[in-house]
Each structure stands twice: as C-alpha cells, then as structure tokens.
T-cell receptor, first 114, second 109 residues
Framework: DGGITQSPKYLFRKEGQNVTLSCEQNLNHDAMYWYRQDPGQGLRLIYYSQIVNDFQKGDIAEGYSVSREKKESFPLTVTSAQKNPTAFYLC?????????????FGNGTRLTVT | GQNIDQPTEMTATEGAIVQINCTYQTSGFNGLFWYQQHAGEAPTFLSYNVLDGLEEKGRFSSFLSRSKGYSYLLLKELQMKDSASYLCAAPDSNYQLIWGAGTKLIIKP
C-alpha cells in the first residue's frame, strides 16, 4: 500500500543540537510539505517542494532547512537557530501543488527539545 | 487578512447529529477542505467543496456558501470513533493552505 512514512515517532534532543526528521512517500506525488502543529493553532507551513531539487519557504521557515534530492524523500532539519523547536511535525504530499489536490499526511514526529 | 475560524470544542451524544462550522477569509477562493485528525495521528482528508451547496458522503456531509464565506461539516449517526479534531482549510491565491485551529469533537455515550 502507498503512503507516507515519518520517522521516528518521538524524538528527544538537547538544546543546541541539530536534528533531522525523515519523510518518505511512495505515492509518486510531486509535491511535498512540512507543517508544524502546536496546541490551539492551525497547521503552519514550514517548507514545501513542488518538484525534485526545488523547494520554497513557507510561513515559518526560520531555523529549519530541507532538501529534495529524490522525489520520494523530503527530510527536514531543525537547527539550533529555531527558538522554539518542541512541536508535532507533520509531513504531507499531494499529486501536485494545486488548489484541488488533497494532502496525504504521515503520522507525524513529536520533537521535544530540552 | 487571511483567517479561518472554527469553534474550539464541541460535545455531542452517540447516535445524534452535529454540525461543525467554519468561516473563512482568504485572498481569492480555491475551494475548502475538511480533514479529520485523531489525537496524535495524521489528519485524513474528508471533503473538498468548490461550489455552493451540500455534498453528501455517507454519514458525513459538507456545505459551502461562497457568498457568506462559510462552510459546515455535518456528521450524522455519531459513533464513538468520530471523537477527533476536525480541521477546516482553504487555499489562498498562491494555493497555500490556510488552516483553522481545529474543532475538538467529544462524543458521549
């Protein structure tokens, strides 16, 4: 079955360390996204990629970096520059970056930084 | 500015009907989505409306009024497994989704 896999489910890091969250999809989707979800707030877009080797900043890209070297993979690095990194991170993909295309989400990674 | 508003929490009884409202203000209009998210899990797609009116899909229906900037999700014959958060989202003119904070639906026996 096709889907999106995020790993790990839970991640703990010390302040000042960079950490990379994995996201892999086998849906053959062109577009991929990283969102952050905090209690009481809507999903906020960190980065998105419409095609391999291209990506765009979302609303809250500061302190994060991504790469899209393969169609299936869109890893997110949370750097030490991100001031409040503890959150639930969701990766998603869609057939294309168009208004009608629903998003397919991974099960998320809960990152805790202390 | 761009904004999506929905109630924070609602409570309903098993077997009953509940309506979750969503009002939106976006630059341009490219449809409106509803997603369901169980606690700690991935959001899953429920519906997409781009034309006015009611679209029915089993126990779940979604309504849209573009002139009023308003949508609702109607859940019938509520089951305990429907306890979840329901997220409303609309693409802006650049097709970036603007998300509501979600409505947590609590189902009581």
């Amino acid at each position: 079955d096709g889907g999106i896999t995020q790993s790990p489910k839970y991640l703990f890091r010390k302040e000042g360390q960079n950490v990379t969250l994995s996201c892999e999809q086998n849906l053959n989707h062109d577009a991929m996204y990283w969102y952050r979800q905090d209690p009481g707030q809507g999903l906020r877009l960190i980065y998105y990629s419409q095609i391999v080797n291209d990506f765009q900043k979302g609303d809250i890209a500061e302190g994060y970096s991504v790469s899209r070297e393969k169609k299936e993979s869109f890893p997110l690095t949370v750097t030490s520059a991100q001031k409040n990194p503890t959150a639930f991170y969701l990766c998603a993909s869609s057939i294309d970056h168009g208004g009608e295309s629903p998003l397919h989400f991974g099960n998320g990674t809960r990152l805790t930084v202390t | 500015g761009q904004n999506i508003d929905q109630p924070t929490e609602m409570t309903a009884t098993e077997g009953a009907i509940v309506q979750i409202n969503c009002t939106y203000q976006t630059s341009g209009f490219n449809g409106l989505f509803w997603y369901q998210q169980h606690a700690g899990e991935a959001p899953t797609f429920l519906s997409y409306n781009v034309l006015d009116g009611l679209e029915e899909k089993g126990r779940f229906s979604s309504f849209l009024s573009r002139s009023k900037g308003y949508s609702y999700l109607l859940l019938k014959e509520l089951q305990m497994k429907d306890s979840a958060s329901y997220l409303c989202a609309a693409p802006d003119s650049n097709y970036q989704l603007i998300w509501g904070a979600g409505t947590k639906l609590i189902i009581k026996p």
